[in-house]
C-alpha cells in the first residue's frame, strides 16, 4: 500500500471534534467483497468475528433501549476490522506489512478512501483494546502516533465494547466477562479500568 496510517489529514479528521457525524449507510459487503476475496481464509475469519460482534451489539443496544439505528450498529460492526488484512498477522491469514495493532487506523484510511462516512472510519480508529491513549501509545512505544484513539459515540463504545468478547482465532465464541477482563488487565489497569467503564454503561447485556 502507498500510504501511510498515520497522515495529517486522517489524524485531523478522525481527532476533530467539531466535525458534524452523519450517519449516512454503507454497502459494506461491496467493501468487504474488495478487500477479502471469498475462499480465503481471512475472508471466513473476519465475516465471521463481525457478525459475532454485530450480533451481540444489536443484542445489547435492544436489552439496554440505547436507540441506535440496526443498520448502522451492524454496518459499524462489520467494517470495524476492516484493516487487517493490511497487517502482518500470518495466524489469521493477514499477509500485509503493518504491524496487527495498526489495524484500526489503516481500517479508517481505508474507509475514507473508499468513500465511506466518518462515522464508520472512526469506528475503525477508535475500537482498539478499550481504546488507546496518547499517553499510553507514548510510554509503550506503540507503533501508532501519540493522539488519544478512544471510542466516544455511544456508537463507538457499544462495537468497541462488543468486540471484546470474541477473538479472531480460537474457537471464535463469546468470551465470558472474566476472560475479557482478565485480557483487558494485561494492557495495563487503565486499560482495564476503561473496559469497566463501558461494561457499566451496558451492564443489561446479555453476557452477565
Ligand atoms: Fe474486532
Known amino acids: 500500500m502507498g500510504w501511510s496510517p498515520f497522515d495529517e489529514e486522517l489524524l485531523r479528521i478522525i481527532t476533530d471534534d467539531a466535525i458534524d457525524i452523519a450517519y449516512l449507510s454503507v454497502d459494506y459487503q461491496t467493501i468487504i ?25 444489536l443484542e445489547i443496544s435492544h436489552s439496554n433501549s440505547l436507540g441506535l439505528d440496526d443498520d448502522i ?18 495466524g489469521i491469514d493477514c499477509r500485509g506489512s503493518a504491524p496487527y495493532l495498526c489495524h484500526g487506523l489503516l481500517g479508517a484510511r481505508l474507509l475514507l478512501d473508499e468513500g465511506a462516512p466518518l462515522w464508520v472510519a472512526r469506528i475503525a480508529a477508535r475500537h482498539t483494546g478499550a481504546g488507546l491513549t496518547a499517553r499510553e501509545i507514548k510510554a509503550e512505544g506503540l507503533p501508532l502516533p501519540c493522539i488519544d484513539l478512544l471510542p466516544e459515540t455511544l456508537l463507538e463504545k457499544l462495537i468497541c465494547y462488543a468486540d471484546k468478547f470474541y477473538s479472531k482465532s480460537g474457537n471464535m465464541q463469546r468470551k465470558s466477562i472474566e476472560r475479557v477482563r482478565a485480557s483487558m488487565e494485561r494492557y495495563g489497569s487503565e486499560s482495564l479500568a476503561r473496559f469497566n467503564h463501558l461494561d457499566r454503561i451496558f451492564r443489561n447485556c446479555p453476557a452477565q
Open 33 to 57: 467483497d474488495k478487500y477479502y476475496r471469498p475462499g480465503t481464509k481471512v475472508r471466513d475469519i473476519i465475516l465471521s468475528h463481525s457478525s459475532s460482534v454485530g450480533e451481540f451489539a
Open 73 to 90: 450498529v451492524k454496518t459499524g460492526a462489520m467494517l470495524h476490522d476492516i484493516g487487517i488484512i493490511l497487517t502482518d498477522a500470518p
